[in-house]
């Protein structure tokens, strides 16, 4: 099986969730050239895997388009097949995916909460442990499991905005999802792009 090097994955991943084809690829195409490069479409989005084939098509080589929400083997193969080239869980993922994703090649990142379910996500092959919902528990919350558990490749998700971010990537997070910590929403809806652009460039100053 391939070791994913995780070394190159984006530092922020923007997560769309419930947007349409047109709505993501705006968000997506005003991205390209930022420190914003990559993007996860979330399964619970009508029509996630067509949207994600036709974004990776057009956008896959400039910015990493993955899955989200990713609970199923069925989801994961589809959405590798689709052209993710990671996968992100609200939840652990089984062995059984995590074996899949270092098959193709694709970064798997399973969510956890404590620090057993983040120890048991490692030790069954996950290149990255989504910590969620991270605002929860705070950024202390990093540096604390860290102590015992050692530097690890850990992502937040959940109440992470521009605000907030660099204090998590002070407390040992390498990286962070953000859903609506970024954009406002009726300018995503809107697709109001001069609005977009300037909340990316927001967000670019403060990490």
């Known amino acids: 099986m391939k070791e ?3 070394k190159s994955f984006p530092k922020v991943t923007v997560i769309l969730r419930g947007y349409t084809y047109s709505q993501i690829r705006t968000i997506v195409k005003n991205l390209v050239g930022t420190k914003l490069q990559a993007v996860e479409i979330t399964m619970n989005t009508p029509d996630a895997i067509n949207i994600i084939n036709k974004i990776s098509q057009e956008f896959g080589d400039l910015v990493q388009i993955g899955a989200g929400t990713v609970t199923t083997y069925e989801e994961a193969e589809k959405s590798i097949k689709a052209g993710a080239t990671f996968l992100l869980s609200p939840t652990m993922l089984s062995k059984e995916i995590l074996d899949l994703c270092k098959e193709k090649n694709v970064v ?3 969510g956890a909460y404590s620090p057993t379910e983040i120890k048991k996500c490692f030790e069954d092959g996950a290149d990255i442990v989504k910590i ?3 605002a929860t528990l705070g950024s202390e919350y990093l ?3 860290q102590a015992p558990l050692g530097i690890l490749p850990l992502m937040v998700v959940g109440g992470i905005n521009s605000e907030n971010v660099s204090d998590y990537f002070k407390a040992g997070a390498l990286f962070a999802g953000i859903a609506s910590g970024i ?3 009726n300018d995503i809806l809107n697709e109001n792009e001069e609005s977009l652009k ?3 460039e927001y967000f670019e100053s403060k990490i």
Do not use: G, L, M
Request: glycine share 0%.
């Open 198 to 200: 300037q909340s990316i």
């Open 143 to 145: 540096s604390n499991i």
């Open 108 to 110: 798997s990142v399973p």
């Open 132 to 134: 969620f919902p991270a």
């Open 4 to 6: 994913v090097d995780i």
């Open 183 to 185: 954009f406002d929403k």
